[in-house]
């Protein structure tokens, strides 16, 4: 046997140092509030919901495979029903936000079911009418909706008191960690196995007794919840919703954050989100070249590391190499 | 334990299988053979579910798997390789193994996503087991090593292993040994006279002809689809109608 080639240093090897750098993230994280003003408090929550809304995308372009733009629909869909079920059901936060995320898992499954039949342009074209559908449902059941102006949130409480800036930040922190954390221990057991099998090769999956509508379905639903979440604190972050916040404009970010991050890197999507949504606040401060800049940016991270930073660093740092990583691009 | 009946395959006006019948029993090897276009791996996709037969029957253990997805014979114990090469080449070598370990992880959904103790136990049981097969193939050290990057030849040997860890009763292996060194291909018959001492039924498809007689109990030659022969090694390498397929005379 040709053994001329090193074993690799994976997962085996990789655990403490993941574990120790979590944990100092982590302790970074809670001490930050005290460490910042409010306006970037704000753009910090603004990076938890992405984080959050890239690994529920990833789930579905990356680790299954499959070329999905319901994601901007998942994200309003968290955003509506956390606001509505607040302003019309008088739920508290938490409730609402519990709602978001079954309402978006429902519509993750629904959504899967066309990704049984189609793929590749056609269920693209598919997911991203669906994204409209809901668009036009946000505009014209007005009744619930509010129409095209929206709704503002009411005022965000938790255990009977309002919650400031921080305690936001806090509420945004635990759902993050917790929605991200499910969704890598979900990406290291048989399901995440099940997804990686079912985009490589589906019939040597069907062959190993995975069943490979199942596992569609249920990658499409926990990316629908775990975007929904993230919809759900987007209503609550900014005080409104409404329904041009979820276009193709929207969509557009989340494809891109994932892009740059790395397609199927569940470390790649948090990075890919916090520079996504960091990098436009920083150039703020130089008016007029902050598109260009910010689109010389895109084109130089996607030609020099096509793989995604996700992807760079996974090569440069054999221990952030990724259980289930991604070989390949563009063969969603 | 597999019993094929007069099965027959049709594509269009071209029949790839026609009226094949033979029976594959617990602890037995049994090979078939015969010259490209002869209808082996047809026969063999037929039999796994992965194309429809246009006649005849095929029971496992005396259940009738014609017409199941290739899923659902695969819970009943029955595991295949590709002729093609069906690596998941994005994963490591043992995720590949764990794969086939699928039906056999008791670990619920939610259970997962919260890393529930039961879960996490059948993960960590999952693991030792997929270790331990790559251990046994002789290949424990390429365990994190991206399947892609390996040579053929080891990723014939991660497939072998991923479709034995499971405790599969019938294996069906499409030509295991393409690609194999000769020393590989010497520790590939002896895992499978190994498995078939073990009461593991083996479906070979297979052109190398010193593997087929080593670990062969029967062999079965197909010529345009039609059985022309069913007999020990011994007797295949006499048998004239054989002879002449193979050599053009006999």
Known sequence: MDKSLPASTGPASRGPRVRYILVIILAALLALPPMVNDYQLFVANTMLVYCLVAVGLNMVLGYLGQLAFASAAFFGIGAYVAGLSMVHLGLGSLPAILAAAVCGGLAGALVGLPALRVRGYYLAIITLAFGELMRWLYVHADGVTFGSGGFNMPGIALFGSELSGTGKYYLFLAVVVIGVGASALLLHSRYGRAFVAVRNNEAAADSLGIAVNRTKIIAFAWSGLITALAGALYAILNGRVSPDTFGISQMLMHFVIVMIGGLGSLAGSVIGAVLLTGLPELLRNFPGLEEIVFSLLLIVVLFFMPKGVGGFLSSRLPWMRERLYREGRGNA | ?250
Not at chain 2, 19 to 32: I, K, N, Y
Not at chain 2, 64 to 93: C, H
Not at chain 2, 170 to 193: C, F, K, T
Not at chain 2, 209 to 219: E, F, G, H, N, P
Request: aromatic share 6%.
């Open chain 2, 1 to 250: 334990m597999l019993e094929v009946h007069h099965l027959t395959v049709r594509f269009s006006g071209l029949t790839a299988v026609d009226d094949l019948s033979f029976s594959v029993q617990r602890g037995e090897v049994f090979t078939l053979m015969g010259p490209n276009g002869a209808g082996k791996t047809t026969a063999f996709n037929a039999i796994g579910g992965f194309i429809p037969a246009t006649q005849g029957s095929v029971a496992f253990k005396g259940k009738p798997i014609s017409g199941l997805r290739p899923a659902q014979i695969a819970a009943l114990g029955i595991r295949r390789t590709f002729q093609n090469n069906g690596i998941l080449r994005e994963m490591s070598v043992l995720e590949n193994v764990l794969t086939g370990l699928e039906l056999d992880t008791p670990s619920s959904f939610w259970g997962c996503v919260t890393g529930w103790p039961a879960s996490t136990r059948a993960e960590r049981n999952a693991t030792a087991r997929a270790r331990a097969m790559l251990d046994k193939m002789g290949i424990a050290d390429l365990a994190e090593r991206p399947a892609g990057d390996l040579s053929f030849g080891q990723q014939r040997l991660v497939e072998i292993a991923r479709a034995m860890v499971a405790g599969a009763e019938l294996i069906m292996l499409d030509e295991p040994a393409v690609g194999l060194s000769p020393g590989d291909r010497l520790h590939l018959g002896q895992s499978l006279r190994e498995l078939a001492a073990e009461g593991v039924a083996i479906l070979l498809v297979e052109h190398v002809q010193d593997l087929v007689m080593a670990v062969s109990d029967q062999v079965l030659v197909l010529n345009y689809g039609k059985k022309i022969a069913q007999c020990s090694p011994e007797e295949v390498r006499n048998n004239k109608d054989v002879l002449e397929v193979y050599l053009g005379h006999a």
